[in-house]
């Protein structure tokens, strides 16, 4: 419902209340009319001249119980409201309903395709455009082929086709991995999920690095070539010029990037078509006079152009591959906007493949027709000349297309074909940059307040104007220093590009490791081809680092470090730029580490051994610093050999989370030995997360309506307590939980309906317990929702699971292991844990059971029968203890109670003695004093005995104690 109620005016004062409730709580369940009549107080409160802090009291009652909606229902209920005039008092009270609406808001999910970004907004067409335009196909043959033609002369063609190997490799990881996982974040979350938040981190930091780099100098390029184009050479060849015009292409690209991914697809579509269409007009050109009118530079093809075995040297080919690997960088944008493109986990990976074949072809072509027509020499048009290395385009318009009339129009056209590569690329360096980073943030590896999405235009908002900020100031900065610095900084972004891509690569073999014999073609294409991939690219960085780019004498700058000497300056700079991300990764992945800990630090280390089940457990934290936080199981022993069984999860991520599922467990350990019946239990937990949310909203004052987060709301438990003697299990639950049970003879799956509850801390319906007869042999599975993650829904979930426990037979291990790879094979994004048991029933030998009158003269009865039945189990050591424990405890039923009284005995790991009455008053354990006549009973029996306690039955209550049994003989 939508409802917007004005009042007034009265006197000068204009007040409005707007409610939004996308999703009413459903009308049978109370908080509907709760909701109604709390809008109706808030309405009477804006209407009324009340003071502040009445209209304060009354909003936030509104808002309790609006909240308590939400977290019961999952409904999205947002109260806003405005108020006109009404001064500062007021509008402290309701700014928190709503004021100016921000044009953003955080994004609401953390799995693929569910951080808010636009679905289904990219086709085929635009993924292949965005990935072939990333890479400025002009702007990368203008700064590159030049450079290679240096180092391998005539074999430039073969040198620039042969690096598209490794990207080839490269791509298959990106593909095998976006199948798997379609996530913005591409390589940060990949390397995350495959090897730890620390590794993703660093994956992402590469891209972070490479991308802001080549932002700084496509911005440069840019400026330049557009002074070019209108004729204004002296302000291209001016520093602050150029820096000006660069920051202002910068700025406007952003807001292309700002205002929506289908717009910044169309912007990239116009400007590829008119690129390639240059660069095909311009190598059929160049071709034509080659064989017609051909220049003095010009040469015929050949074959031995195409033939890498003609390269003079290892080195010289090692360098030209890493050259020539610069300029098919960038294909893998059409994966970082998956998230926004038709079926995300096949489309990005097609159009990548065909994006990088498409560069082959184009490369191959452009870079044949170039070498034929201007030749490899070192002057005039000639590639080898080191004045056109930066841009071998620039003497070459004129010299192909002439410099008179139409030919005059095609060579400015060929300056705008770089600017516009230029330009291309740099947009979409912004849209892989800006998701790259928003992921990081979703998944809390950077501030969170990157991770938010305009709510019109469906982009991340401080991603993208954050990251052309942070451009801006790289590009002002390193222009300030030097163009030496600037133009080495460009050069060693060849390092981050090969680690980035060597890592996704070594991600996606150690990420598929399991399957890969499953068939030929996933130890192919996950295995083989990817790992082939990140080794080349893992030779070629330590190659360029340590060989190439370490000489003093490459580059523009060098640095004399200690202890090595005279460094190159790119080595220096793009070493530098990835060991800064290393210093800075603990400060960002501290979080998820501590709360992993914590977590991990507060879960049972190891399930103990017990007399009524077997158990096994599994807990998987989630891949990111997102998902770490509240899941939790547990095994309680009981008193009477029973056992309780737990499994809970918390709303909420990281260290807080971790920390309230520690208060939690703690509160269901304390409250179980207690011996409370499982809903009774709930009950009690319930109240101390309401107690503790409102301990902590206590001191809120008037301009904070908000309370402060509490996960401790809205946390799902199931509670069960199994009694081996009986073979009885009992159960309650808060939230939405789910018990799955296995029949131990027919192997059928069940699913018990259990009475409905609450989540804690929310209110509403009292929790009730339930009892199940199960059979020895049972299996009993306890797991939180974030088992059932991958499955497309909860009850695929639930079938994939029965499928799994179906063969109840087998280890519980066995059992475990296997859930966990049905369910989640890959992707963790929360929390998930299983706890299953085998349930068993005590031996009739080890246990006997008396039913008593209420007459003293039982005592001496009783006395006699537990005295043979400890001779008979041969603990004759334990008979003059136990003796007196009977005798004082049956004795106090028959005093103070009457009625029915049992006795029983349980041989355990201890001896564990029972007395029940009808009585329902717990007796207290005190210090009788020197002139009291009793008192001491109980004082002495706790003194006698290990254990000792009260637990309540429905028909009384029973007293039970434990005593340690002696040690074997030899022990």
Same mark, same amino acid.
């Given at each position: 419902?939508?409802?917007?109620?004005?009042?007034?005016?009265?006197?000068?004062?204009?007040?409005?209340?707007?409610?939004?409730?996308?999703?009413?709580?459903?009308?049978?369940?109370?908080?509907?009319?709760?909701?109604?009549?709390?809008?109706?107080?808030?309405?009477?409160?804006?209407?009324?001249?009340?003071?502040?802090?009445?209209?304060?009291?009354?909003?936030?009652?509104?808002?309790?119980?609006?909240?308590?909606?939400?977290?019961?229902?999952?409904?999205?209920?947002?109260?806003?409201?405005?108020?006109?005039?009404?001064?500062?008092?007021?509008?402290?009270?309701?700014?928190?309903?709503?004021?100016?609406?921000?044009?953003?808001?955080?994004?609401?999910?953390?799995?693929?395709?569910?951080?808010?970004?636009?679905?289904?907004?990219?086709?085929?067409?635009?993924?292949?455009?965005?990935?072939?335009?990333?890479?400025?196909?002009?702007?990368?043959?203008?700064?590159?082929?030049?450079?290679?033609?240096?180092?391998?002369?005539?074999?430039?063609?073969?040198?620039?086709?042969?690096?598209?190997?490794?990207?080839?490799?490269?791509?298959?990881?990106?593909?095998?991995?976006?199948?798997?996982?379609?996530?913005?974040?591409?390589?940060?979350?990949?390397?995350?999920?495959?090897?730890?938040?620390?590794?993703?981190?660093?994956?992402?930091?590469?891209?972070?690095?490479?991308?802001?780099?080549?932002?700084?100098?496509?911005?440069?390029?840019?400026?330049?070539?557009?002074?070019?184009?209108?004729?204004?050479?002296?302000?291209?060849?001016?520093?602050?010029?150029?820096?000006?015009?660069?920051?202002?292409?910068?700025?406007?690209?952003?807001?292309?990037?700002?205002?929506?991914?289908?717009?910044?697809?169309?912007?990239?579509?116009?400007?590829?078509?008119?690129?390639?269409?240059?660069?095909?007009?311009?190598?059929?050109?160049?071709?034509?006079?080659?064989?017609?009118?051909?220049?003095?530079?010009?040469?015929?093809?050949?074959?031995?152009?195409?033939?890498?075995?003609?390269?003079?040297?290892?080195?010289?080919?090692?360098?030209?591959?890493?050259?020539?690997?610069?300029?098919?960088?960038?294909?893998?944008?059409?994966?970082?906007?998956?998230?926004?493109?038709?079926?995300?986990?096949? #489309? !990005?990976? =097609?159009? /990548?493949?065909?994006?990088?074949?498409? +560069?082959?072809?184009?490369? &191959?072509? @452009?870079?044949?027709? %170039?070498?034929?027509?201007?030749?490899?020499?070192?002057?005039?048009?000639?590639?080898?000349?080191?004045?056109?290395?930066?841009?071998?385009?620039?003497?070459?318009?004129?010299?192909?297309?002439?410099?008179?009339?139409?030919?005059?129009?095609?060579?400015?056209?060929?300056?705008?074909?770089?600017?516009?590569?230029?330009?291309?690329?740099?947009?979409?360096?912004?849209?892989?940059?800006?998701?790259?980073?928003?992921?990081?943030?979703?998944?809390?590896? #950077? !501030?969170? =307040?990157? /991770?938010?999405?305009?709510?019109?235009? +469906?982009?991340?908002?401080? &991603?993208? @104007?954050?990251?052309? %900020?942070?451009?801006?100031?790289?590009?002002?900065?390193?222009?300030?220093?030097?163009?030496?610095?600037?133009?080495?900084?460009?050069?060693?972004?060849?390092?981050?590009?090969?680690?980035?891509?060597?890592?996704?690569?070594?991600?996606?073999?150690?990420?598929?490791?399991?399957?890969?014999?499953?068939?030929?073609?996933?130890?192919?294409?996950?295995?083989?081809?990817?790992?082939?991939?990140?080794?080349?690219?893992?030779?070629?960085?330590?190659?360029?680092?340590?060989?190439?780019? /370490?000489?003093?004498?490459?580059?523009?700058?060098?640095?004399?470090?200690?202890?090595?000497?005279?460094?190159?300056?790119?080595?220096?700079?793009?070493?530098?730029?990835?060991?800064?991300?290393?210093?800075?990764?603990?400060?960002?992945?501290?979080?998820?580490?501590?709360?992993?800990?914590?977590?991990?630090?507060?879960?049972?280390?190891?399930?103990?051994?017990?007399?009524?089940?077997?158990?096994?457990?599994?807990?998987?934290?989630?891949?990111?610093?997102?998902?770490?936080?509240?899941?939790?199981?547990?095994?309680?022993?009981?008193?009477?050999?029973?056992?309780?069984?737990?499994?809970?999860?918390?709303?909420?991520?990281?260290?807080?989370?971790?920390?309230?599922?520690?208060?939690?467990?703690?509160?269901?350990?304390?409250?179980?030995?207690?011996?409370?019946?499982?809903?009774?239990?709930?009950?009690?937990?319930?109240?101390?997360?309401?107690?503790?949310?409102?301990?902590?909203?206590?001191?809120?004052?008037?301009?904070?309506?908000?309370?402060?987060?509490?996960?401790?709301?809205?946390?799902?438990?199931?509670?069960?307590?199994?009694?081996?003697?009986?073979?009885?299990?009992?159960?309650?639950?808060?939230?939405?939980?789910?018990?799955?049970?296995?029949?131990?003879?027919?192997?059928?799956?069940?699913?018990?309906?259990?009475?409905?509850?609450?989540?804690?801390?929310?209110?509403?319906?009292?929790?009730?317990?339930?009892?199940?007869?199960?059979?020895?042999?049972?299996?009993?599975?306890?797991?939180?929702?974030?088992?059932?993650?991958?499955?497309?829904?909860?009850?695929?979930?639930?079938?994939?699971?029965?499928?799994?426990?179906?063969?109840?037979?087998?280890?519980?291990?066995?059992?475990?292991?296997?859930?966990?790879?049905?369910?989640?094979?890959?992707?963790?994004?929360?929390?998930?844990?299983?706890?299953?048991?085998?349930?068993?029933?005590?031996?009739?030998?080890?246990?006997?059971?008396?039913?008593?009158?209420?007459?003293?003269?039982?005592?001496?009865?009783?006395?006699?029968?537990?005295?043979?039945?400890?001779?008979?189990?041969?603990?004759?050591?334990?008979?003059?203890?136990?003796?007196?424990?009977?005798?004082?405890?049956?004795?106090?039923?028959?005093?103070?109670?009457?009625?029915?009284?049992?006795?029983?005995?349980?041989?355990?790991?201890?001896?564990?003695?029972?007395?029940?009455?009808?009585?329902?008053?717990?007796?207290?354990?005190?210090?009788?004093?020197?002139?009291?006549?009793?008192?001491?009973?109980?004082?002495?029996?706790?003194?006698?005995?290990?254990?000792?306690?009260?637990?309540?039955?429905?028909?009384?209550?029973?007293?039970?104690?434990?005593?340690?049994?002696?040690?074997?003989?030899?022990?």
């Amino acid at each position: 419902m939508d409802t917007s109620i004005q009042i007034g005016p009265t006197g000068k004062k204009l007040l409005s209340l707007t409610v939004k409730n996308a999703a009413p709580a459903p009308a049978g369940s109370g908080h509907a009319l709760e909701v109604s009549e709390g809008l109706d107080r808030v309405i009477e409160a804006l209407a009324e001249p009340r003071g502040a802090s009445d209209i304060h009291s009354v909003v936030v009652d509104f808002h309790s119980v609006v909240e308590r909606v939400r977290v019961r229902y999952g409904t999205f209920c947002c109260p806003c409201a405005v108020a006109e005039g009404s001064g500062p008092a007021l509008e402290s009270s309701v700014r928190h309903f709503g004021g100016a609406e921000p044009v953003d808001r955080p994004a609401p999910g953390t799995g693929s395709g569910r951080k808010g970004l636009k679905n289904d907004a990219l086709g085929m067409f635009s993924s292949v455009a965005m990935g072939l335009a990333s890479t400025g196909p002009a702007y990368s043959l203008a700064a590159t082929l030049g450079i290679i033609v240096a180092g391998v002369g005539l074999q430039a063609p073969i040198v620039t086709m042969l690096a598209f190997i490794p990207m080839l490799l490269v791509a298959c990881a990106y593909r095998e991995l976006n199948a798997s996982n379609a996530d913005c974040g591409t390589t940060f979350t990949w390397a995350t999920r495959t090897f730890g938040p620390r590794t993703g981190w660093m994956g992402g930091w590469g891209l972070i690095v490479a991308n802001i780099i080549v932002m700084a100098s496509l911005a440069e390029i840019a400026a330049t070539y557009g002074f070019r184009l209108v004729g204004l050479d002296g302000l291209a060849e001016n520093r602050l010029w150029t820096t000006v015009a660069g920051i202002v292409w910068i700025a406007v690209l952003t807001v292309i990037c700002y205002v929506g991914i289908e717009f910044s697809s169309a912007v990239q579509r116009w400007l590829l078509c008119l690129e390639v269409v240059m660069l095909i007009l311009f190598a059929v050109a160049a071709l034509v006079r080659v064989y017609t009118s051909p220049p003095a530079t010009a040469i015929h093809v050949s074959a031995s152009w195409f033939n890498p075995f003609e390269v003079p040297s290892a080195t010289a080919l090692t360098s030209g591959i890493l050259a020539g690997v610069f300029i098919y960088w960038g294909w893998d944008t059409s994966f970082a906007v998956n998230e926004e493109t038709v079926n995300s986990t096949c #489309v !990005p990976g =097609r159009a /990548a493949v065909m994006s990088t074949v498409l +560069l082959l072809i184009l490369y &191959g072509l @452009v870079s044949t027709s %170039a070498q034929a027509f201007a030749g490899v020499g070192a002057s005039g048009i000639g590639l080898g000349n080191t004045h056109n290395s930066d841009n071998v385009f620039s003497g070459l318009g004129n010299a192909v297309f002439g410099s008179d009339g139409t030919g005059l129009l095609l060579s400015r056209l060929l300056i705008l074909m770089v600017l516009t590569s230029a330009l291309a690329s740099a947009e979409t360096t912004i849209l892989p940059l800006a998701r790259t980073v928003f992921s990081m943030a979703v998944h809390k590896a #950077v !501030p969170a =307040r990157f /991770a938010r999405v305009h709510r019109r235009f +469906l982009t991340p908002t401080w &991603g993208t @104007v954050g990251m052309g %900020a942070v451009s801006i100031a790289l590009l002002v900065l390193l222009k300030s220093f030097s163009q030496n610095v600037l133009a080495d900084s460009i050069d060693s972004v060849g390092l981050a590009i090969a680690f980035q891509y060597g890592l996704t690569g070594f991600a996606c073999v150690w990420y598929h490791r399991k399957v890969l014999t499953r068939s030929a073609r996933d130890l192919v294409f996950k295995g083989v081809l990817p790992g082939l991939g990140g080794l080349i690219m893992l030779l070629l960085f330590l190659y360029a680092t340590f060989v190439v780019y /370490a000489k003093p004498g490459y580059g523009m700058t060098s640095v004399d470090l200690p202890l090595i000497g005279r460094t190159g300056g790119v080595t220096v700079l793009g070493l530098g730029a990835l060991l800064l991300g290393l210093l800075l990764m603990p400060l960002v992945t501290r979080g998820h580490a501590v709360a992993l800990k914590l977590q991990r630090s507060l879960l049972p280390g190891r399930l103990p051994p017990h007399a009524a089940v077997d158990a096994a457990s599994r807990y998987l934290p989630a891949d990111s610093g997102s998902g770490v936080g509240g899941d939790w199981y547990d095994v309680i022993p009981l008193s009477g050999t029973r056992v309780g069984l737990v499994v809970g999860d918390v709303l909420g991520h990281g260290l807080r989370a971790a920390a309230t599922m520690g208060r939690l467990r703690t509160g269901v350990r304390v409250l179980a030995r207690l011996d409370l019946s499982p809903d009774e239990l709930l009950s009690r937990l319930d109240d101390l997360v309401e107690q503790t949310a409102h301990e902590r909203g206590a001191g809120q004052g008037l301009g904070n309506l908000r309370p402060q987060a509490d996960e401790a709301l809205g946390v799902t438990c199931l509670y069960a307590v199994y009694d081996p003697v009986s073979g009885k299990c009992s159960l309650a639950r808060a939230g939405e939980s789910v018990l799955v049970v296995v029949e131990p003879h027919t192997g059928v799956v069940g699913h018990p309906e259990l009475p409905p509850g609450p989540p804690l801390g929310v209110g509403g319906l009292p929790y009730q317990s339930t009892d199940l007869e199960l059979p020895p042999g049972s299996l009993v599975a306890l797991f939180t929702g974030g088992l059932l993650q991958a499955a497309d829904d909860r009850d695929a979930g639930l079938a994939q699971l029965s499928q799994v426990l179906a063969d109840h037979r087998a280890s519980l291990e066995k059992l475990c292991d296997r859930a966990v790879a049905a369910l989640l094979p890959g992707v963790v994004d929360e929390d998930a844990t299983l706890l299953i048991a085998r349930t068993r029933l005590l031996d009739r030998n080890q246990f006997t059971q008396w039913e008593l009158p209420p007459d003293p003269a039982a005592v001496a009865t009783i006395r006699t029968a537990v005295s043979k039945q400890l001779r008979d189990w041969g603990l004759e050591d334990l008979t003059f203890a136990s003796e007196l424990i009977v005798s004082e405890l049956v004795t106090n039923a028959i005093r103070y109670v009457g009625g029915p009284i049992q006795v029983r005995l349980i041989r355990d790991r201890n001896l564990i003695c029972e007395v029940s009455d009808t009585g329902h008053t717990t007796p207290n354990l005190r210090h009788a004093a020197n002139d009291d006549e009793g008192g001491r009973g109980l004082f002495i029996i706790a003194q006698m005995t290990h254990h000792w306690g009260t637990r309540y039955t429905p028909t009384g209550k029973t007293i039970w104690t434990e005593q340690d049994l002696p040690p074997a003989d030899g022990q």
